[in-house]
């Protein structure tokens, strides 16, 4: 969208550059690691290692899930069948408004759960959903035509967030698009490459409090299985890869 856009200004980009088998710049990233379902009753554990997210020597993150052995599953994983990662900008990178976009290339398959998200910064004293939360993409691996965006926040969390889904003409699993919002006081639109599909803004939370005007964090992550998805199957194969080209953050142009 910001090549269409006259007037945005990177501000802010991570282009994923460096050696095959690198791990994500610290100075953007930090990787969140454990099990425990993360509020879904997800069935993977995110690993720190360069084994679930590093650069491929081609300019992009590969987040890579895992079946590991059953003694690695035991010993190493706390039983979960399946590994993968989780990058946070949480403490490296703060964003306030403006245009925030990724290039990304999804996994499909049942059971999958590709992300681009992001938090508020406040998230340590506020709590979620207190704190609000702007899910940029979510796609359910045996949906992979449909793009799901929400908003969560206090009186409107989970099940209840203000959702908007919009199904593309074919499967996003094949190849790679930009998954973006416009970021503003007040709103909150939704684009897959370039178009408009969703928007949310301070009268569609019905009087609950409109928790999307403080820095926020980013979130990039694969889950796998839980309450939204569904479990994978037995006859899907792994590893299954996201790749991600860029993530960026314009600011808007100035008014008049």
Request: proline fraction near 7%; glycine fraction near 14%.
């Amino acid at each position: 969208m910001s090549d269409r856009v006259p007037g945005w200004s990177l501000a802010w980009s991570e282009e994923f550059d460096g050696d095959a088998g690198a791990p994500p710049d610290p100075r953007n990233w930090q990787l969140e690691t454990g099990g425990g379902g993360w509020g879904n009753q997800e069935l993977q554990y995110y690993t720190g290692g360069t084994e679930n997210a590093s650069l491929d020597g081609a300019g992009h993150l590969a987040i890579v899930v895992r079946q590991p052995d059953p003694v690695a599953r035991k010993d190493r994983y706390g039983g979960y069948g399946y590994t993968s990662a989780r990058l946070i900008s949480k403490g490296r990178v703060a964003l306030r408004y403006g245009l925030v976009e990724a290039r990304i290339q999804i996994p499909d398959g049942r059971g999958i759960w590709p992300a681009f998200w992001m938090l508020g910064q406040d998230i340590d004293e506020a709590g979620w959903p207190q704190c609000g939360e702007v899910d940029i993409m979510e796609i359910l691996g045996h949906e992979p035509a449909v793009l799901h965006a929400t908003v969560h926040g206090p009186g409107y969390s989970g099940a209840g967030g203000v959702h908007s889904s919009h199904r593309a003409r074919t499967s996003l699993a094949g190849g790679f698009h930009v998954y973006a919002v416009a970021w503003e006081p007040g709103r909150i639109r939704w684009y897959l490459d370039g178009e408009m599909y969703a928007s949310a803004a301070r009268r569609d939370v019905r009087r609950k409090p409109w928790v999307f005007d403080h820095d926020f964090f980013l979130v990039i992550n694969v889950a796998v299985g839980g309450t939204f998805p569904g479990n994978p199957d037995r006859s899907l194969a792994f590893p299954r890869t996201m790749l991600v080209d860029y993530v960026r953050h314009y600011t808007a142009p100035a008014p008049g």
